[in-house]
């Protein structure tokens, strides 16, 4: 038959694989915990590089492109202007090199 003594022994047997594996389970729990806070810092880390990158370089970037794109766009209206202005002249020589075709057709 088993004492009560044996059985109590048991118990504190039991009890104290339940310390060593809640041990084991805390010491895990700590370094998970370390791994989360350098992940965290990381992701912060890296959210800041990406925020300078964007403000510093792609900002810029189109920035540089706006300004660019305006500069064609009025190069393109002062070129279509002129391209305007020569087709007109071009109607006007073409009516005046008629009427003096029919001058000399006349006159001769």
């Known amino acids: 038959m ?3 003594r044996q059985i109590l ?3 504190l047997t039991e ?3 339940f310390g060593t594996r809640m041990d084991k ?3 895990q729990m700590d370094r998970m915990e370390e791994r989360q806070k350098c992940f965290e810092e990381e992701t912060r880390n890296n959210f800041a590089d990406i925020r300078l990158h964007l403000e510093n370089i792609t900002d810029r970037n189109i920035s540089i492109l ?3 794109h305006l500069n064609l766009i009025n190069k393109m ?3 279509a202007t002129w391209m305007n202005r020569i087709m007109i002249n ?3 020589m073409n009516a005046l090199t008629d009427q003096v075709a029919r001058l000399q057709a006349k006159c001769s």
């Open 15 to 17: 009890v104290r694989g």
């Open 25 to 27: 389970f805390e010491s």
């Open 9 to 11: 022994e048991a118990v």
């Open 90 to 92: 071009e109607v006007k």
């Open 2 to 4: 088993v004492t009560d």
């Open 66 to 68: 706006a300004e660019n």
């Open 77 to 79: 209206d002062v070129s």
